[in-house]
């Protein structure tokens, strides 16, 4: 009889410390997820929109920089439509790389770069064909 008291109570024990075992695995590994998703959520919001607004203030005061020193080569007296061209190019690559840094979709911003592309290509292209004709 004592054997089989012995054998109840090593058993019980058994038990308490299997399920002791398994809270512990559990609470660890509710910890462990939460964590991730902690970190997977630090990772994931790297582009605020603080982060957002910064950067296209950046490139419009880029911008505004280019336009004033384009004015400066003007009353300067430098070759008015070299410069002209310079600052067209410029503003039209400023402005595309603002749309896209503010955070507009590829469908909102393709007809404009498209827009933008076609006015650098009629600058560059007639710049190259007036010269072509004058030799």
Do not use: C, H
């Not at 410069?83 to 840094?101: Q, Y």
């Not at 650098?120 to 007639?126: F, Q, S």
């Amino acid at each position: 009889m004592e054997q089989e008291n012995l054998t109840d109570i090593l058993t019980e024990q058994d038990a308490l410390a299997l399920e002791k075992s398994i809270e512990n695995r559990i609470t660890t590994e509710s910890n462990i997820s939460s964590s991730a998703i902690a970190e997977s959520t630090e990772t994931q919001a790297w582009w605020t929109v603080q982060n957002a607004m910064t950067i296209s203030a950046i490139t419009l005061i880029f911008g505004i920089i280019v336009i004033m020193i384009g004015a400066y080569l003007v009353r300067k007296g430098s070759e008015i439509e070299g410069v002209l061209r310079l600052l067209a190019t410029i503003v039209i690559l400023v402005g595309s790389l603002f749309l896209v840094v503010a955070g507009y979709t590829e469908t909102q911003v393709a007809p404009v770069i498209g827009l933008l592309g076609t006015i650098a290509g009629y600058l560059l292209g007639k710049a190259r064909t007036e010269q072509s004709s004058q030799t």
